[in-house]
């Protein structure tokens, strides 16, 4: 490969975007460029509005909840959007205790299991990119592991015998924005 070709690859690579959904289905870029793929089947689509940020929607599933968060680029958040996510999340389906069971940090990716007023465990997708944050609720846990198996090959799943919870709910980070001032306009 001469090294013109090896410039338009390496352009090419990172401009393929971390998180996409098309087609009924949600992926992710791994480490090795190449895309997992997740069946969405049936769920539930709504497209989220505020000022600050360019597109917004989540969807809601039997088996995930997504939301979606691209921000304006004069945009920034009032903290650090996952540590914002948990809290609201804790505090809109008014939860007393959500211990981590496990928590990984890889590329682009942060992986949580928690365990939610010592009832079941949730697992947790974070994806980051410029100006765009993902975060998934999985229910079941069979993205977190099919993904998070991606990255750590030797990854040993051992929450298999916990309760996993159903959560039906609809609640946005996007929709609450002008109440609870999750970000604005950077100075």
Not at 5 to 23: D, R
Not at 65 to 81: H, I, M, S
Not at 131 to 144: A, E, P, Q, R
Request: hydrophobic share 40%; aromatic share 16%; glycine share 2%.
């Amino acid at each position: 490969m001469g090294i013109f070709q090896k410039i338009i690859s390496a352009i090419a690579n990172a401009s393929m975007p971390i998180y996409k959904f098309e087609n009924n289905q949600i992926a992710f870029k791994t480490d090795s460029e190449e895309y997992v793929y997740h069946d969405l089947d049936v769920y539930d689509m709504k497209t989220r509005h505020d000022p600050f940020v360019v597109e917004a929607y989540t969807i809601n599933n039997d088996e995930i909840f997504l939301e979606y968060v691209k921000t304006d680029t004069n945009t920034t958040w009032n903290g650090q959007a996952l540590s914002m996510y948990e809290d609201f999340f804790k505090q809109k389906l008014q939860i007393k205790e959500f211990e981590t069971l496990e928590s990984k940090d890889i590329s682009n990716y942060t992986f949580k299991v928690k365990k939610v007023d010592d009832a079941f465990v949730l697992h947790i997708i974070y994806i980051w990119a410029a100006n765009t944050d993902v975060f998934i609720v999985d229910m079941k846990g069979n993205l977190y592991k099919k993904l998070l198996s991606e990255f750590e090959k030797e990854y040993t799943y051992s929450f298999d015998e916990k309760e996993k919870g159903n959560v039906n709910f609809n609640i946005s980070l996007v929709k609450e924005n002008c109440i609870q001032g999750f970000f604005n306009a950077s100075h």
